[in-house]
């Protein structure tokens, strides 16, 4: 099979698999494993090197660890020292002995049994990070634990490399070589000061593609770099990463490494699919499920106490986990280097891979189950008592709009009773002092227990659609004389808004996007007061198609008609302006004396 056409095999398969297994649920990652899976018993294939791919593939892992070192500045991995040096050091420790510890009491021999404990004890940088970067919560509590974590193991994978080859009878590929790591450390020194101003050259030439060459270069020039000091690939581009952290040009490195990084961690989770021996697991099917379980278990139960001990709560200490419970990619890498080195037996291996490889493939939907499990324990919390202080105003949801809202009303000693759904979010915010309670805006019992019926006003700062037209219908229900103000996400979202009664609705970009187009037509050229004024005339025609819109939009037909003539109108009304000279200076003064303000807020 040419490469061509093992390339299109590759792609066809991705296509069809990731998407089939998105609309079941499931994860992305778990969607090339599939797909590995099915392309690792395919007819065309045995004669496939699925290791020597998974080898190449490993390039996926070090563009993400390249992206990720661009995320984090060398100051904000001195502020991670505990969780990387203290939960990591940790983490890797007693997983380690633990595993071990396990593994001696089934018969396995000690130095095959260490080997094999330290190789297990590994998480999946590649699946755990993708996990976390998929669900936006690399920068949560349990985020940031397990990236410091997985540092710390990435780092401690190059010591064990070390000790496999000064241990082994065999020679090993990844030796440490001094001179190399001489001229390592050397190169990074001159790195340090030499990346920027060479950036700085290469992007004054605008070839876009040549910055994209030298983006690769430098992240795949890492890579090769530190493993021919028989180090790590993925240490590597991790530095190369950090070194630009803090330039100017850390976007758009990210920008151009971002799509080779997609398609390469995709190809080693395909890879990792198709060096699943199935004809292992169908021999001895309740042998290795009773392993994986087992593994992933175990380590679960290593970490979640480490977690509680440096600090996360139950909840944050569980996802540290479970998102962790899972073999990694360099398990195959010192395992390969133990076979090679005569450490330990080949069929040993062949098992550690098959119960790696599919602890990963449990890892999404582990990590699903838990945090269902968490979320109902989360449901779970009593809302809050509330003070019946009757205070005259109500704000449902404290997030950015409802806690400046809030500050106002502070600011002129309004007192105020605030609602807030997301117990995490509640906690937060109480340690700065803000007086807010946990509850359910949208059921009837919360607002009375707020005292909505007596309140003057009622601020409906909530982001999300569905709920916030929920709670003004309760409100409705349960005060239908109150006074309702409530943001908008959207037009369509203000239509409903009004179509239900709201007093006054504000969508959240309309006038921050009305003071930068003024500011933008003063940029090109324009005067103050002409800006000003065309600001405010857009502003008072767009008012006045939401208000025809308003009567129409049900109709989907009548309602596009409105748009299209409403733009056609506006272009009409600022082409007379200019034929009849109507925006003289004087004129836009006298107009625009009092907008400027508005124009502005």
């Not at 227990?449 to 709670?471: F, M, N, Q, Y």
């Not at 004087?586 to 124009?599: K, Q, V, W, Y």
């Amino acid at each position: 099979m040419g490469i061509l056409t093992a390339t299109l095999v590759f792609l066809a398969t991705a296509v069809v698999i990731v998407p089939i297994c998105k609309r079941l649920g499931m994860n992305s990652v778990l969607g090339y494993l599939v797909a590995g899976l099915v392309l690792g018993q395919l007819e065309p294939l045995p004669q496939w090197d699925a290791e020597g791919l998974l080898h190449f593939a490993e390039i996926g892992v070090v563009f993400l660890l390249f992206v990720i070192g661009l995320e984090l500045q060398p100051h904000r991995l001195w502020v991670m020292r505990r969780l990387v040096f203290g939960l990591g050091s940790a983490q890797v420790i007693a997983s380690s002995a633990a595993v071990a510890g396990v593994l001696m009491l089934l018969g396995i021999g000690q130095t095959s049994a260490l080997l094999l404990g330290f190789s297990l004890a590994l998480s999946s940088t590649a699946f755990v990070l993708q996990l976390l970067g998929e669900s936006k919560r690399l920068h949560h509590p349990h985020g940031r634990a397990a990236f410091g974590t997985l540092l710390l193991q990435d780092v401690a994978v190059i010591p064990a490399l070390v000790a496999i080859a000064l241990l082994g009878s065999a020679s090993v590929a990844h030796t440490l070589s001094w001179h190399w790591l001489a001229l390592l450390l050397a190169g990074c020194i001159a790195a340090r000061f030499l990346l920027r101003p060479m950036l700085r050259f290469i992007a004054a030439t605008k070839v876009q593609e040549l910055f994209t060459a030298a983006a690769l270069t430098l992240v795949v020039g890492a890579a090769v770099a530190f493993q021919g000091a028989g180090l790590s690939m993925g240490l590597g581009a991790f530095v190369a990463g950090m070194m630009v952290a803090d330039s100017e040009y850390r976007h758009q490195l990210e920008a151009d490494v971002n799509p080779f990084k997609g398609l390469l961690l995709g190809l080693f989770f395909m890879a990792v699919g198709m060096t699943v021996d199935l004809g292992l697991l169908a021999s001895a099917p309740v042998t290795v499920g009773a392993l994986t379980l087992g593994l992933m278990a175990l380590k679960a139960a290593v970490i979640f106490p480490l977690a509680r001990l440096h600090g996360l709560r139950n909840a944050e200490a569980m996802r540290t986990a479970l998102v962790l419970a899972q073999g990694g990619e360099f398990a195959f890498v010192l395992l390969t280097a133990g076979v090679s080195g005569g450490l330990m037996a080949p069929h040993l291996a062949d098992m550690a891979v098959l119960v790696v490889s599919l602890s990963m493939a449990l890892t999404p939907l582990l990590v699903a189950l838990g945090d269902r499990l968490l979320r109902e324990e989360t449901d779970s919390r009593p809302f809050d008592a509330i003070d019946q202080d009757q205070p005259p105003v109500v704000i449902a949801g404290f997030g950015r709009v409802g806690q400046i809202v809030a500050r106002v009303l502070a600011m002129r000693h309004i007192p105020f009773t605030a609602l807030e759904i997301n117990p995490h979010h509640v906690d937060f915010v109480r340690q700065y002092g803000n007086k807010i309670y946990y509850g359910d805006a949208t059921q009837p019992e919360v607002l009375r227990a707020a005292d909505v019926p007596k309140a003057r006003a009622i601020v409906v700062a909530v982001g999300e659609i569905e709920p916030s037209l929920t709670i003004v219908e309760q409100v409705r229900n349960v005060c239908p004389g109150i006074t309702i103000l409530a943001r908008a996400t959207n037009r369509h979202h203000e239509l409903w808004l009004r179509e239900r009664g709201v007093d006054f609705v504000l969508r959240d970009t309309l006038y921050s996007s009305l003071r930068m187009a003024r500011h933008l037509l003063m940029r090109l050229g324009m005067e103050d007061a002409e800006a000003t004024e065309s600001v405010h005339r857009f502003r008072q025609h767009d008012a006045r198609t939401l208000e025809r819109q308003a009567l129409v939009w049900r109709d989907a037909e009548a309602y596009r008609r409105t748009t299209m003539d409403a733009t056609e109108e506006l272009k009409q009304l600022f082409a007379e302006d200019v034929r009849s000279g109507h925006d003289t200076t004087s004129e836009r003064d006298g107009r625009s004396s009092g907008r400027a303000d508005e124009a502005a807020d």
